[in-house]
């Protein structure tokens, strides 16, 4: 049985088809005070799947909620996008682990369990899960659209050298060239940003990322391999956070289009990561 929680109803949708299994039928409100309130509709399996992103602190606690409803069941539970992995280590004094804090709220529920996450933000984190886990990647599917699109010339550029690894799985499976943008200071408030190697000039690049949050960083680079002479600038991403104004942003630096998965349903999700999901929780 597919258990979809309220940020990922598509996606456990798209899941359930592809493994030809049952989606569960659930409700998902709040109280007048605000408190959420989760029901699962009819009984539940020996074994259950759980398919929930957390973008939201109440994401999180519908998270929380639809586990101890299945608490009697075997649970696979499948978190697309994990909320909070951007704070996996302590910058400050006094400052939580927030993701470890939640690997450890959850984990009660899992002990003859697994869970399973999509790029993760940082892999680390599954450390901190007293189950087996599993990091899926979704950018052999983005590479897949990427090849569709026809592209000239292309090449695929990592914002920084710290996501390399993203541009290099992505243009192996093409068959392109990567490179990562760097990042020179002139003075104190210049700062100039180009591929490290790679001539843009006449070039479609298709800049990707594990997530697109509010879009300034992405936007200065899309906008400067313009003025650098790329014919088409394209931005890839797994996790379409895309908060406040981001698409406003992409879209006044020049951007061609935005591809991302439906780890978060968003109007750019067009690559679905269910295949690669319905294979985990088939292996």
């Not at 704070?87 to 003859?112: C, H, M, Y």
């Not at 000239?152 to 914002?159: E, F, K, L, R």
């Not at 800049?207 to 931005?235: E, N, P, W």
Request: aromatic fraction near 6%; glycine fraction near 6%; charged fraction near 20%.
């Amino acid at each position: 049985m597919i258990i979809g929680g309220p940020s990922s109803q598509l996606l456990a949708g798209r899941v359930a088809a592809a493994m030809n299994e049952e989606l569960a039928l659930c409700e998902y409100k709040a109280f007048p005070d605000g408190e959420a309130y989760t029901q699962v509709i009819g009984d539940l399996d020996d074994h259950v799947v759980i398919i929930q992103s957390t973008p939201t602190d109440r994401d999180l606690v519908y998270l929380l909620q639809l586990l101890d409803v299945a608490r009697h069941s075997r649970v696979s539970l499948v978190i697309p996008y994990f909320g909070y992995a951007r704070q996996d280590k302590q910058f400050k004094t006094g400052e939580p682990l927030s993701a470890r804090a939640i690997a450890w709220a959850v984990s009660p529920f899992l002990e003859n369990g697994r869970i399973f996450t999509v790029n993760i933000h940082a892999p680390s984190i599954l450390e901190h899960f007293a189950c087996q886990s599993l990091n899926l990647d979704a950018t052999p599917l983005l590479a897949d659209r990427i090849r569709e699109m026809d592209l000239h010339d292309p090449v695929i550029i990592s914002p920084d050298k710290g996501a390399v690894k993203m541009a290099e799985t992505a243009a192996r499976h093409l068959g392109v060239q990567f490179d990562y943008l760097e990042k020179t200071r002139h003075s104190g408030t210049e700062v100039s940003m180009a591929p490290k190697e790679i001539d843009a000039r006449g070039r479609d690049i298709v800049i990707t990322d594990d997530m697109i949050a509010t879009g300034g960083t992405m936007a200065t680079a899309i906008a400067l391999l313009h003025k650098q002479g790329a014919r088409k600038v394209y931005l890839a991403a797994v996790h379409p956070v895309l908060t406040g104004n981001a698409v406003l942003k992409l879209y006044r630096a020049g951007v061609e289009a935005v591809i991302a998965t439906d780890t978060l349903d968003r109007g750019v999700s067009s690559v679905s990561v269910a295949p690669v999901i319905a294979q985990a929780l088939k292996g």
